[in-house]
């Protein structure tokens, strides 16, 4: 190799470094009043496991373990897009949410794993949630008393319907009170959400 391809090489090496460098510039510092709340919203949810409905109290004599209150556990995936409006990549804090089958409002999630969003790209992020029948009872019948009332239906025939119809999308799942924190050089914005399935 000449001296001359040597010196040519070298420069263009820092030329690609300088234009590198340059465009890595070109991107603005977060700021309160640059940054963009990032969209969260909800692309689908998915029955991830289901074992039916059943129920049965501690008057029941278990074939093995101790006696209780239990209920048919359901177990649902909700699937968000995250998209990130910014010139700059941002990092989701965390992310809750409320989930109401029909009406009524069963269950709070909440992700706390951190995930960086690249400037202008969207990511997904799925949150399990774990529906355990002898709890949704008990929140049916705390806040949805007055409700079931008014549609003439006991708790257990609800409950039975949800968790027997649910893989058919026989009715609406709702994302309620949704919010996302994300933070950018310390810079934080909160997004707030909301969504239904099937839509």
């Not at 960086?116 to 790209?121: A, C, R």
């Not at 027997?164 to 310390?186: L, R």
Request: aromatic fraction near 12%; hydrophobic fraction near 40%; include cysteine.
């Amino acid at each position: 190799m000449t001296k001359g391809n040597c010196v040519w090489k070298i420069a263009l090496v820092l030329a690609i470094a300088g234009m590198i460098t340059g465009c890595a510039g070109l991107a603005p510092k977060p700021t309160d009043q640059n940054f963009k709340a990032p969209v969260v919203t909800l692309d689908s949810m998915e029955v991830a496991h289901c074992w039916g409905w059943w129920y049965y109290s501690s008057k029941v004599e278990p074939t093995k373990g101790t006696k209780g209150d239990y209920g048919a556990p359901l177990d649902l995936a909700f699937i968000f897009n995250i998209e990130n409006p910014n010139p700059f990549p941002v990092m989701l804090e965390s992310l809750k949410f409320t989930v109401a089958f029909e009406e009524f409002d069963l269950n709070t999630l909440s992700a706390m794993e951190t995930q960086w969003i690249p400037p202008g790209k969207t990511n997904q992020l799925r949150v399990h949630g774990m529906f355990d029948g002898r709890q949704s009872l008990m929140s049916l019948m705390v806040t949805g008393g007055f409700k079931l009332k008014e549609k003439g239906i006991d708790a257990f025939t609800q409950l039975e319907k949800w968790w027997t119809t649910i893989s058919d999308g026989a009715f609406k799942v709702y994302v309620k009170e949704g919010a996302a924190v994300f933070n950018a050089e310390n810079v934080v914005k909160t997004t707030t959400f909301k969504g239904n399935y099937p839509k």
